[in-house]
């Protein structure tokens, strides 16, 4: 028997978020699931078929993308109605701290009070600084921010890699363990 199909839905500013989700794919396959990766433009109509959803996206100024928000919000129901799982990345995440990890996580609550939804897993996960690839006024704010939380990560002409792969892994291994298990209930009803 095939394992549970699994829809993985995200959003990305700069392409770090596309990584964080093919490795939460490889970590679903590797585990018995049956990843789809679609980027929100490309996001299902409908979650018919999906035996499972993980929802994720980039944090920009405090928030996640409004594309992402308005398709979350159209299928909380649905999303609601199997094993989900939601992941969010942001620089902020990055840094381990209690305070870091709350401003992240009131970031991803704000995201569920705008959407009304409610996942059954959650990941904060570091992000990266992408100065290669922000316009000037973002990498001039972003070298501000990093001179400040992130000492020594300054060089404009170069990209930094702040995401902790190993948790990525492990919240693919805790989500696939719960998809299987929600596909299992299912399936004996």
């Known amino acids: 028997m095939a ?3 699994i829809a993985i839905i995200f959003q990305t500013g700069e392409g ?3 990584g964080v989700a093919a490795r939460i794919a490889a970590g679903l396959r590797a585990n018995g699931c049956e990843p789809e990766i679609r980027e929100i433009d490309a996001a299902p109509g409908t979650l018919e ?3 499972g959803v993980v929802v994720g996206g980039s944090v ?4 996640h993308g409004k594309e992402l928000a308005a398709w979350t919000k159209r299928h909380a129901g649905a999303l609601a109605d199997r ?3 939601f992941f969010s990345v942001s620089i902020t995440a990055a840094v ?5 990890l709350a401003r992240a996580g009131e970031v991803a609550e ?4 705008q959407t009304g939804w409610h996942p059954d897993m959650v990941a904060l996960l570091g992000g990266a600084l992408l100065y290669t690839r922000y316009g000037w006024i973002k990498r001039f704010a972003m070298k501000q921010l990093a001179a400040h939380e992130f000492p020594g990560l300054t060089d404009t002409h170069r990209d930094y890699d702040l995401t902790d792969w190993d948790a990525v892994d492990h919240f693919a291994r805790d989500a696939a363990a719960h998809m299987r298990a929600g596909a299992m ?3 004996a009803v």
Do not use: L
């Open 3 to 5: 394992g549970p199909r």
């Open 16 to 18: 770090h978020t596309t």
């Open 49 to 51: 078929g999906f035996d």
């Open 60 to 63: 920009h100024n405090a928030k």
């Open 83 to 85: 094993p989900n799982a």
């Open 96 to 100: 381990h701290d209690q305070a870091h």
């Open 110 to 113: 704000s995201f569920f009070a």
């Open 185 to 187: 209930a299912a399936h």
